[in-house]
């Protein structure tokens, strides 16, 4: 689910603003020419174009595209807080630029962990509020930059990313559902795009990868209980970490952390 824009064009950025709902708010239904892009800077909300749905929370940057009816399936959250712009096609829009000239951008961004977005993002929307479409614009272009140096959807670079998500957050276990919101995607493509990458499921991957943090518990902090260690590594308890590792490494973690111990002395 992505967006083509034409890097050779100047976009004009039409309208912009900052919007707070105080109370649940329902998009309305509307068809624009311009596209509508929109920025949670907190709060939920979820919303759709055509057959397609997307559920926004804090740091999700959605791309509703021009000449397409978009929607409110639900309302908003109270309290939800949104910066928006409306970006102009340009006349030589992107069906006709060539394949070099034109970038592809996710609809759906979680733009949490690279806050160059949010920033530009702010930069388009202040420079247009204050009357200056030619900075405006100019932002667009380092915007649109930014999106597809940051949201390439090839196979490797989706795979790279949920293993990136799983090694920062060793005490959380992501469904597939949550690491597809996170980049923008379906469950079934992050999990299919990551056997892909490395010929094993992401619920394999992530038990494997807890176990070997397990045994780097067992040799960097051998006075750490097996509950302690359990629960780092987000499991609900000590019985549930047990029998995964046992049937992982083919022993149980108390009996793996003995013979490391007695081989160290």
């Given amino acids: 689910m992505s967006v083509e ?6 976009h004009r950025i039409t309208e912009a603003n900052i919007n707070y709902y105080a109370f649940p708010f329902v998009h309305p239904k509307r068809k624009m020419k311009e596209h509508d892009f929109i920025y949670v800077l907190d709060g939920e909300w979820k919303l759709g174009q055509e057959e397609k749905e997307f559920s926004l929370q804090k740091n999700s940057l959605l791309i509703l595209e021009g000449g397409k009816t978009h929607y409110g399936i ?10 928006y712009f409306h970006a102009g096609l ?32 702010y930069e388009i929307v202040t420079a247009k509020m204050s009357g200056d ?10 915007l649109i930059y930014e999106l ?13 990313r949920i293993k990136a998500i799983i090694h920062k ?42 176990m070997e943090q397990a045994i780097s518990y067992f040799k960097v902090f051998p006075e750490m209980s097996i509950k302690e260690i359990a629960f780092n590594l987000g499991f609900y308890d ?26 160290r002395g």
């Fill in 133 to 142: 479409g030619r900075r405006a614009s100019a932002y667009f272009d380092l």
């Fill in 5 to 10: 824009f034409n890097t050779k064009s100047r």
């Fill in 238 to 263: 000590e019985y549930h970490f047990s029998r995964q590792f046992k049937k992982i490494k083919g022993i149980p973690p108390s009996l793996y952390k003995k013979e490391l111990s007695e081989r």
């Fill in 74 to 83: 639900s309302p908003c959250a109270p309290g939800t807080k949104t910066m």
């Fill in 90 to 121: 340009p006349e030589d829009s992107a069906s006709c630029a060539s394949a070099e000239d034109a970038e592809n951008i996710r609809q759906l961004t979680d733009a949490s962990s690279n806050p160059n977005i949010k920033k530009l993002f």
């Fill in 169 to 210: 957050n060793p005490e959380k276990f992501y469904t597939n559902a949550e690491l597809g919101k996170k980049l923008g995607i379906s469950d079934k493509s992050a999990e299919t795009k990551f056997k892909r990458r490395y010929g094993i499921t992401i619920h394999k991957y992530t038990l494997d990868f807890k």
């Fill in 148 to 160: 597809s140096a940051f949201g390439s959807d090839e196979e490797g670079d989706t795979g790279e």
